[in-house]
DNA sequence: ATTAAATATCGAATTTTATCGATATTTATG
DNA sequence: CATAAATATCGATAAAATTCGATATTTAAT
């Protein structure tokens, strides 16, 4: 865990709001379309939709979360579920916590 | 308090590691030359020196974390003492605990 | 008043990030 | 197998961050 890349992930506003939406989906995402539930997370076109950002962009910036460990995901058929990793979340904030 | 500014400031190793190290000057930065402790803080060649880079990057570094409000200053004669803002920082970490 | 020391600001070069549209890849479906 | 849908990657451009050396400013000491 990179404490400083972690940060990089988080010094911008749409990924800091993706992180927090995540937190609670159904209060935060239009319903997937086949039906599907968030208990593995929401697809990228689910997330793009919300933000108003081009595709590539959010693909880009859910990459970026996930290399520094913030996101995991599920490939399901066609679709990619994003979904917080609570455990490191909460091992970055405890770090921060500790050293800052 | 803007909270994805402040993950800015902390987005940079060296700025990161000098919020650390004023957690306890004693421990990491050379003394004073006028004998003077840290009670006010470490004064920004003293900084400078520690990480080797150039007097008007570690200015502006520390200018950066104080627009944040991450540090603190004194200005005593021809000096300006930078300190951590202990209480911008517990608000920092709570809040990014809280939305995060 | 000059000079010297500490810090801040300016201007510039380089690197990194942000962001898009276009294209490639993967998988499901007719 | 051809097509469509979802996502990922590529290439490009604009914007921001990094970092320096040079210069300006402020204060102390002669």
Request: glycine share 6%; charged share 30%; with cysteine.
């Amino acid at each position: 865990m990179n404490l400083v890349e972690i940060n990089k992930a988080l010094a911008n506003d749409t990924r800091m709001d993706i992180m927090c939406w995540l937190r609670d989906p159904e209060k935060h995402f239009r319903k997937h379309k086949d039906g599907k539930g968030f208990e593995d997370g929401v697809c990228v076109n689910v997330i793009k939709e919300k933000t108003g950002m081009s595709q590539s962009t959010i693909s880009h910036y859910l990459s970026s979360l996930q290399r520094v460990g913030l996101v995991q995901t599920v490939r399901v058929g066609k679709w990619t579920y994003y979904q917080r990793n609570d455990d490191m979340i909460r091992k970055f904030l405890s770090e921060l916590q500790l050293i800052l």
